[in-house]
Nanobody, 123 residues
Framework: QLQASGGGLVQAGGSLRLSCTAS????????VGWFRQAPGKEREFVST????????YYASSVRGRFSISRDNDKNTMYLQMNSLKPEDTAVYYC??????????????????WGQGTKVTVSS
């Protein structure tokens, strides 16, 4: 089970850090990722990090502004979001795999999902 937090309202150019904590399961061995869904749009990939945290990958729209990390001792993953733009407004979802340890960018390959945390960026 995943629990996401950290969303909120921020002005353009500001920062937020999202957290997602897992309870149960083999969190530390497997890939985790962040996705987002803006109003009226489909869910899209944001970022992923490998099981040991040695590899990361980002959507082009957030590369250079967002940073994904994980603390396996705390069963927690993070998404540091800087230089936020109004187009980053969305509900952000964390996800984890119970099978794959590498980088996973396809939502269908994740087994567990958090409830979502809303991020609103005002212009």
């Amino acid at each position: 089970q995943l629990q996401a937090s950290g969303g909120g309202l921020v002005q353009a150019g500001g920062s937020l850090r999202l957290s997602c904590t897992a309870s149960g399961g083999a969190f530390s061995s497997y890939a985790v990722g962040w996705f987002r869904q803006a109003p009226g749009k489909e869910r899209e990939f944001v970022s992923t990090i490998s099981g040991r945290g040695s590899n990361t990958y980002y959507a082009s729209s957030v590369r250079g502004r967002f940073s994904i990390s994980r603390d396996n001792d705390k069963n927690t993953m993070y998404l540091q979001m800087n230089s936020l733009k109004p187009e980053d407004t969305a509900v952000y979802y964390c996800a984890s795999s119970s099978k794959l340890s590498g980088l996973v960018i396809t939502d269908s390959r994740y087994d567990s999902w958090g409830q979502g945390t809303k991020v609103t960026v005002s212009s």
